[in-house]
């Protein structure tokens, strides 16, 4: 993958923009706030983001917290709507629905296979891993019988 910078020299913009949500993945995250923070246009920001990373701004903050919820929910006995709300969701149903769109299966699910099987690194990029269970096989986030 190609590191195009959002500003001036070959990936300081993007590596700023990326360092800062990682820092701050546990807190209100909004395109205005990330772009006031880093003395960028929101319009700019919003545009560059998309181009060189893949998705938009909110979508790649949405995969990170639901990824790291997922490492959550494999690795330790928190409860699920505790997980939820440090994901940043009001609510388990609003949180099971989009772990669900994301992981293709439910939280719990997720949990009672106790492996992560697929992770969204720090740069958007897929790192699909082929896992199996009793159940499930696992290709590029998808479950299959």
Do not use: W
Request: charged share 25%; aromatic share 10%.
């Amino acid at each position: 993958m190609k590191i195009i910078g959002i500003t001036g020299g070959v990936g300081s913009g993007k590596t700023q923009v990326l360092s800062y949500i990682e820092s701050n993945l546990d807190k209100e995250l909004t395109l205005e706030k990330i772009a006031k923070e880093l003395n960028y246009s929101k319009f700019y920001l919003a545009r560059q983001f998309k181009r060189n990373i893949g998705v938009t701004l909110h979508k790649y903050i949405q995969s990170r917290r639901l990824t790291e919820a997922a490492g959550k929910l494999a690795e330790s006995g928190k409860p699920i709507i505790e997980i939820a709300f440090e994901a940043g969701y009001g609510s388990q149903q609003a949180f099971t629905k989009a772990f669900c769109k994301e992981f293709m299966c439910t939280p719990q699910k997720y949990r009672k296979i106790g492996k992560v099987v697929q992770r969204r690194n720090k740069t958007g990029m897929n790192l699909n891993r082929i896992e199996k269970s009793n159940l499930y096989l696992f290709v590029e986030g998808r479950a299959a019988a």
